[in-house]
C-alpha cells in the first residue's frame, strides 16, 4: 500500500485501549492517503482516552512544499495586443485567471477562451511578463490547513464536538471532547507539541 511507503517518519496512536488504538492507527493512515496528506505531515502523536474522554493529535509537517506561480502553469506571449497568458493545467484555470482579473480588473483584459487571457501592455514589457509570471496561483500551506481540519474531523471519534485547534506552517495541534476542553488536556497537548518538536525538523 502506497500509504505504508509514504507513512510519516513517525506515527504514534497512543491510548488506554490498545485494541482501540490498533483500529485507530488503520484508520487514520487510511484518511491520511485519502486526502493525500502523508507526504506533507513527517510526524503525527495521537492520544485517545476514551474514559475521560479525550481525542489529542500533534503533529510536524514536512518542509519545502512548493508554490505554483502563473510562469509554472502557463505560458506567456506577447501578441499584437498585449501579453498573451494560456494555463496549460486546467485545474489553475479559473483561480490564474481570477488572480488576473483581481490584479489589473475585469474590464481590462481580454478573454479569449476559459483557460486564456490576453493582459494589454503596460509600461516596461519585460517587468509586465515577471509580475505576471510570479503571481502565486497555488500555495500548499493554504491546501493543507483546510485537508488537515478536514482529515481530523474525520478521525475524531463521533460525539466529539468540542474542538479546539492550532496550525500554523510547520505544526499541528487538535484536542476534541464530548465536554469542555480541560486544562490538563491543554497541557498534555503541549508536553507532546514540545517533544514531537525537540525531535528536529523533517524534511
Not at 181 to 189: A, G, H, K, S
Request: a negative charge; hydrophobic letters at 40%; charged letters at 30%.
Amino acid at each position: 500500500m502506497d500509504s505504508e511507503i509514504e507513512a510519516p517518519e513517525r506515527f504514534t496512536v497512543e491510548s488506554t485501549d490498545p485494541e482501540g488504538a490498533k483500529k485507530y492507527d488503520g484508520v487514520i493512515r487510511d484518511v491520511l492517503s485519502d486526502l493525500n496528506l502523508v507526504r506533507a505531515i513527517g510526524r503525527l502523536h495521537v492520544y485517545i482516552d476514551p474514559k475521560q474522554p479525550v481525542f489529542i493529535a500533534v503533529g510536524l509537517f514536512r518542509r519545502g512544499l512548493p508554490t505554483l506561480t502563473l510562469g509554472d502553469v502557463a505560458d506567456l506571449a506577447s501578441v499584437n495586443e498585449g501579453l498573451m497568458v494560456s494555463v496549460r493545467d486546467e485545474e489553475y484555470a479559473a483561480t490564474a485567471v481570477g488572480k488576473l482579473y483581481l490584479k489589473y480588473g475585469r474590464d481590462k483584459l481580454i478573454p479569449t477562451d476559459r483557460t486564456s487571457v490576453i493582459v494589454p501592455h503596460m509600461g516596461d514589457f519585460a517587468k509586465q511578463h515577471d509580475d505576471i509570471a510570479s503571481i502565486v496561483v497555488y500555495d500548499p500551506k493554504d491546501e493543507l490547513k483546510k485537508s488537515v481540519i478536514d482529515a481530523l474531523i474525520r478521525i475524531t471519534p463521533e460525539g466529539f464536538r468540542v474542538r479546539k485547534h492550532y496550525i500554523s506552517e510547520h505544526m499541528l495541534a487538535f484536542i476534541a471532547s464530548e465536554d469542555p476542553i480541560r486544562p490538563e488536556w491543554i497541557d498534555i497537548c503541549r508536553k507532546l507539541r514540545q517533544k514531537i518538536g525537540s525531535e528536529g525538523s523533517v524534511e
